[in-house]
C-alpha cells in the first residue's frame, strides 16, 4: 500500500467507471479509479469484486466481455482487499439487524471497519449517516463541502 486509506468504495463506483450510462457518474468514478492507482488510497472487498464482475457482465448497457471483465476486476487486486470471513459475516448480519439495512449493505461496513475506513463512498446507502463508527457519502451527489482529501 502506498498511501493512507481514505475510504472504502462500494461496487458501485467501480461498475461507474465502464459504465457509458451517466457521463457525470463515469467522469467520478474514474476519477477515483485512477486516484486509487496514483496513490493506493482506497479498500475494498472480495464481495465489490465479484458484484462488479456480475454488473459489468451482465447490465445491459455495460456488458462487457468475460476476459475484459475478469482483467478490470482482477486490476483491483492491487488495492487492500478485505476477505469475507466467517467473523466479518457475522458481524455484517448483527449490523444488518441493529441498524435496519440489508446484508449485502452490512457487509460493505463491516469490510470497511475491518479495513480500517471510517468512510464508505456508495450511492447505495444513506449519505451522510454514521453506522457505527463508518460514515457514507455519496461521491456522485452535489459535494456542499469540502472535496475528499
Known amino acids: 500500500m502506498r498511501g493512507d486509506l481514505l475510504a472504502f468504495l462500494d461496487s458501485n463506483v467501480l461498475v461507474y ?7 457525470e457518474k463515469q467522469r467520478t468514478a474514474r476519477a477515483l479509479v485512477e486516484r486509487g492507482f496514483a496513490e493506493g ?3 475494498i472487498s472480495t ?3 465479484l458484484e462488479v464482475y456480475v ?3 451482465q447490465k445491459a448497457k455495460i456488458r462487457l466481455p ?3 471483465a475478469f482483467e478490470y ?3 483491483f487486486s492491487e488495492w487492500q482487499v478485505v476477505e469475507m470471513s466467517q467473523p466479518l459475516v457475522f458481524a455484517a448480519l448483527g449490523l444488518a439487524r441493529h441498524m435496519q439495512i440489508s ?3 452490512a457487509a460493505i461496513l463491516e469490510a470497511a471497519r475491518e479495513a480500517g475506513c471510517s468512510l464508505v463512498l456508495s450511492e447505495d446507502l444513506t449519505s451522510g449517516r454514521d453506522y457505527g463508527g463508518v460514515r457514507v457519502e455519496n461521491p456522485f451527489a452535489p459535494t456542499k463541502g469540502e472535496p475528499l482529501r
Open 66 to 68: 468475460a476476459q475484459e
Open 41 to 43: 488510497c482506497f479498500a
Open 17 to 23: 467507471a465502464v459504465s457509458r450510462d451517466e457521463p
Open 73 to 75: 476486476v482482477r486490476a
Open 55 to 57: 454488473n459489468i457482465t
Open 47 to 49: 464481495q465489490v469484486l
Open 103 to 105: 446484508t449485502w449493505d
